[in-house]
C-alpha cells in the first residue's frame, strides 16, 4: 500500500507532482480553523507518536476518513488547534522513538498520554515540529537556538542552521523543521539547497549519516509545515 504524504496545498506544483512518485499525495487546506499562514501545515494539526498519529479534533473530517481509509492508527487529541499562538501550537511536537520534544506547557495531553515511557525535552519554542527535523540515528537540524543547545545537552549531534532565506508567507522567515520530511534515509525539501545560503552545510552534514536529500523544486525553501509520511 502507498504511504500517505500530507503536506500544504500551497506548495508549489513541482514540489507536489515530485512527492507523488513516493505516495499518495494529501494536500491539506483549512479555513477559518487558525490564522493562514499556517492553516495548511500538516504539523499543527497532526503529530506522529510512532504508529499513532494524533489529530486535532478541529482536522475535517475529509482527512480522517481518509486515514481511516488507509488503515492509518489515528486518535483525536483533546484540544482543537485554536486561532493564535500558543494554541496553535498543541500539536507540533516532535516525538522520536525515544523522545517528547516540545514546549511541554502547551503540548497535548492525548500526544503525551500515547508518547509514554518516551523521555520528555521541554524547550521554549512551541513550534517545535517547525524548527527541528529529526532524522535516523538521532540526529538532527534545527533552526532554533534553544532546541539546539537542548539537544546538544543530551548529547546528540545537532546542526544548526539560519532561519533566514526560508520562505513563510506573511512573515520574515519560516523554519527548516517546517521545509523537511523524512522517510527512511531521504531527506525531502520543499526547495533547493542551491537556493539556500546554508544549503552547503546541510548537504555535508546529511552526507556524514549517509543521508540523502531529495530536493522537490528549484527554488527557496518554502516552510509548509512539515512533509509527513505516515
Known amino acids: 500500500m502507498k504511504r500517505l504524504i500530507l503536506c500544504d496545498a500551497r506548495l508549489p506544483y513541482p514540489v507536489k507532482f515530485k512527492l507523488s512518485v513516493y505516495g499518495e499525495v494529501i494536500e491539506i487546506q483549512t479555513d477559518d480553523l487558525t ?9 499543527v494539526f497532526c503529530c506522529q507518536v510512532g504508529d499513532v498519529l494524533v489529530v486535532s479534533p478541529t482536522l475535517p473530517e475529509k482527512y480522517t476518513s481518509k486515514f481511516t481509509e488507509k488503515g492509518i492508527k489515528w486518535i483525536y487529541g483533546s484540544k482543537p488547534t485554536g486561532m493564535t499562538y500558543p494554541e496553535s501550537a498543541g500539536y507540533n511536537a516532535v516525538v522520536t522513538d525515544k523522545f517528547l520534544i516540545h514546549n511541554l506547557l502547551l503540548t497535548d495531553s492525548l500526544i503525551k498520554t500515547t508518547a509514554g515511557k518516551r523521555k520528555q525535552i521541554n524547550v521554549k519554542q512551541g513550534y517545535t515540529r517547525c524548527n527541528l527535523l529529526a532524522m535516523p540515528g538521532d540526529v538532527f537540524i534545527t533552526s532554533d537556538t534553544g532546541i539546539f543547545k537542548a539537544l546538544v545537552h543530551e548529547g ?15 512573515f520574515p522567515n ?31 552534514f546529511l552526507s556524514c549519516y549517509a543521508l540523502t536529500p531529495v530536493e522537490l523544486y528549484d527554488g527557496e525553501l518554502i516552510d509548509g509545515g512539515s512533509i509527513l509520511f505516515i
Do not use: M, Q, T, W
Request: with cysteine.
Open 174 to 204: 519560516g523554519f527548516i523543521g517546517g521545509v523537511c520530511g523524512v522517510e527512511g534515509d531521504k531527506v525531502f525539501i520543499a526547495g533547493s539547497l542551491s537556493k539556500y545560503k546554508e544549503g552547503g552545510k546541510i548537504r555535508e
Open 35 to 43: 490564522y493562514s499562514a499556517i492553516s495548511g501545515h500538516p504539523d
Open 156 to 170: 546528540y549531534d545537532v546542526l544548526n542552521v539560519d532561519p533566514e532565506g526560508i520562505v513563510l508567507e506573511g
